[in-house]
Structure formats: C-alpha cells, structure tokens
C-alpha cells in the first residue's frame, strides 16, 4: 500500500487502532531516557485546511504575506507538485497553477501552536521547543512510544492536526526516525538498528550536513551515512575541522547534545543553509523574518528574554562570519528581532550569493509571566502527569506505529 493511501485512509476513517511492530524494540535493555521528536505536518497548511473543509485534499500553499512572496510551507497535496518551503511564490504558481494560495496568519498558527504545546506539556515537564511546529520531549525509559500514541491520538482528537513523531534515545535518532515517519505517524529508530537502518541512507539524511558539505563529501566517493562513519577520521578533520567530531559521532548515531528547555538555554538559535547558494535579497529577508519569528516565540515560550541578537553568515567561499548586537533592553519581539538582524545583515552582506543564515539571540533572563508551558502546567500538573502514567500501564490503541524499519522506501528529500 502506498504511503499516500495509507495517510487518506487515517483521514477518511478518523483515528485508527493500531500499533504496529513494536514487540522486538521493547526488548531493549536500557534504562536511557527516551527522546521524542514532535513535529507538526504541513503545519500552516493543516491549520488552514482544518478550519476551512473547503480546501481539505486540496494543493494549499501558504505564504506572501512578507517580502516579495515567499512559500512558507504547502500542504502534501501541493508537494506532489514539487512546490516546497522557501520557494517564490510565483514558481509555486508555476508548478501547481490549481492551488489555493493564502497569506500566511502567523497569530492564529502562533495559538494554535501553543494549545499542541501544553498538550505535550500534560505528559512530560522536560520539552525543548525546537519551533513554532517542533519540539524534544524526554520520556522514561521504556515510555516513548506508548506517550507518542498517546500524544499523536491526542493532537487528532482535539485540535484535527496532525503530527508526526520520532522515537530513540537522543535527539538525532528521533529527528531522523520523524523524517522518515512523515507525514501522520510514529517511527522509532533505535541504536541497534542504526546499521540496518540508518547507514545505508544518503547523507541528506543527516540533520546538520548542508547540501555543500553533502557535495564535498560525495566527490571523494562518500554517499552514505554509513561511509561516512566507516571514513578516515583525519579526512573529516581536514574538511570538517572542529565539527569532525560531532559529525564523526552523528554518523554512527551517537549524540549527547542534551535536551534544553527554553529555561535552561544560554541562547537559542535558527540556521539555514541553501540548498543552492542564493542570490536574492529578498529570499534572505523572508528567512530572518521567519527565524526572526520563530526565536521570538520560543523565547515567549520559555518566559524568557533576549539582551542580544547574533546573525552568522556563511558566503559563498564558505568563510563564515557572526555579529552580535546588543538591545538597548531586553526583548522577546519578533520585530525587533528582525529589525537588528536586517540592519546586520546590511552591514556585513559582502558580496552575493550566500550559503547559510542564522541568528541568534543571547543574554537570556527570565521574565515573571508565566511561559506557555508552565501554564499547561498549572496546579493540576502532577495529579495529570500521574493520571497519565497510570494509563501508561495498559495497552494503547491509537496511533500508527512504524519503525523506520517498515518504510523500505524513504520519502524524497530535498
Ligand atoms: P516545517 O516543520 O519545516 O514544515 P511543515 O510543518 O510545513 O511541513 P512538514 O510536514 O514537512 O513538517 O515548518 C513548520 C512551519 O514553519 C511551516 O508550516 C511554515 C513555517 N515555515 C516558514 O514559514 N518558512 C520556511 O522556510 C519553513 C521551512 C517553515
Ligand atoms: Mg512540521
């Protein structure tokens, strides 16, 4: 059955009953955490076409509200037109002349972004918002994928969205398992099945490794993830330098990057980098509004405020340069976010075309109000976290469980 039919049928049947090929990972002997990755499908797209039934199954392309035009995501029946994040929106309407095309209505994402997060927030109090549609949940061991059922069961029921999760024990594994899950259901990929599973993948696959550092790689014959863990550590260094080690790491599906809770984090940051070095200005603009956005919310989230934004440009001979900036008072606006990233970015643009941008706010303090998650929280916390363990213990229904091991094919990814 394709994957395609599969995801029509969850919709047209509402939520089904079934776990799927669970068994042999519960075998696993560790008492590790466990790490889940949430991520939202088609995010702004599903909200749209929850609230208007109208444009349910239909190619939907949300964007250019800011800038020139700008596709801020599309639903799944757009990307069967290859129209994709990021692209002008006038090449959208190129490839998929059909699509209902909407400006993008941050606020209201904004909120329902918050009711999936305090969702989250009744099963585990350790999250790290990732972005307006992504977070790292830590779960007991042994705990991950009956709270994923729980959590996917519960995004559908209450909200109609839906959301794809990944399972293992660090946060690479779970960001790669989601990758391979999309859209609308839960995959695990554990350490032993990094062999089978993940080092036959192509290095796209990788999070972190940028289209160019991909290309390098492959003009010295490495197009695997698994050649990438089985090459020469010293050719890594040559081209890879203080990252070597990490990526080295990665490779074989080991990462201790902990989980950090928006209340622990000394900065928070957002990067891109081009899949083809880009030469527009306005393309750039919209990605720091976006990255701009996204920073301003998670500060919120974690009641927090920025003293500092920092912008990281990569240029085209790959030297790469930050710059800090420091606020006249501390911030958690979106706006003034972009406003210091723009002028810093017109200060140190150097020559077209551009390889990467991130920001980067620091100098965090904590603010009085409440973040969204402790009012998820609220008094209720710890009778509801125990409520939901207790119905932990028995056998979920709910959500569609694969382990990556079931999807033979993984999705194209660009
Ligand atoms: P993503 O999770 O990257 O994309 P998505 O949720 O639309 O689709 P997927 O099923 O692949 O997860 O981003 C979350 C939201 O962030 C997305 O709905 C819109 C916004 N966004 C932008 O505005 N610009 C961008 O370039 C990207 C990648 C996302
Ligand atoms: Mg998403």
Redesign the pocket.
């Known amino acids: 059955m394709s994957r395609r039919r599969e995801e029509e049928q969850l919709t047209d049947s509402g939520y089904r009953e079934v776990i799927l090929q669970v068994g042999a990972d519960k075998m696993r002997k560790s008492n590790d955490p466990e790490i889940l990755l949430c991520?939202?499908?088609?995010?702004?797209?599903s909200v749209e076409q929850r609230d208007r039934p109208e444009y349910r199954k239909k190619p939907v392309v949300?964007g250019g509200s800011s800038g020139r035009g700008v596709v801020?995501?599309c639903s799944y029946e757009a990307r069967e037109f290859g129209v994709r994040?990021?692209m002008p929106v006038e090449r959208a309407r190129q490839l998929c002349p059909e699509a209902i095309f909407l400006p993008?209505d941050r606020a209201r994402y904004r909120r329902v972004s918050e009711q999936v997060f305090s969702i989250y927030g009744r099963f585990t109090p350790e999250i790290e918002i990732v972005?307006?549609?992504?977070a790292y949940l830590a779960l007991p061991a042994g705990e991950g994928l009956s709270t994923a059922a729980e959590i996917h069961r519960a995004v559908r029921e209450e909200l109609e969205l839906s959301v794809?999760i990944g399972v293992s024990v660090n946060k690479l594994l779970s960001k790669i398992a989601s990758e391979l899950a999309?859209?609308d259901r839960i995959g695990s990929l554990w350490p032993a099945e990094v062999e089978e599973l993940l080092w036959p993948l192509s290095l796209k696959y990788l999070p972190g490794l940028g289209p160019a550092s991909v290309q390098k790689l492959n003009r010295v014959g490495i197009t695997t993830i698994g050649q990438l863990a089985a090459a020469p550590f010293d050719l890594l260094q040559k081209y890879f330098g203080k990252s070597a080690l990490a990526l080295h790491r990665h490779a074989r599906g080991v990462d201790d990057r902990p989980l950090e809770p928006a209340r622990e984090a000394k900065s928070l940051s957002e990067e891109k980098t081009f899949a083809a070095d880009l030469a527009d200005e306005e393309v750039i603009r919209a990605?720091l509004i976006?990255q701009a956005e996204n920073l301003g919310y998670r500060l919120r989230a974690g009641g927090l405020r920025a003293r500092t934004v920092g912008l990281k440009v990569r240029y085209a001979d790959f030297s790469t340069i930050t710059r800090d900036q420091t606020l006249p008072a501390p911030t958690d606006s979106d706006l003034k976010i972009y406003r210091t990233a723009a002028a810093l970015f017109a200060a140190h643009k150097g020559s077209p075309p551009w390889r990467l941008i991130g920001l980067r706010v620091s100098g965090l303090q904590s603010e009085e109000q409440l973040s969204i998650l402790n009012s998820a929280y609220g008094d209720k916390r710890e009778e509801e976290l125990q409520r939901v363990r207790d119905r932990l213990h028995h056998r979920y229904g709910g959500a569609v469980v694969y382990r990556a091991r079931r999807l033979i094919k993984p999705p194209e990814k660009d």
């Open positions: 991520d939202l499908d088609a995010f702004y797209a949300v801020s995501t994040s990021a993008c972005s307006i549609d992504e794809t999309k859209p990605v976006s």
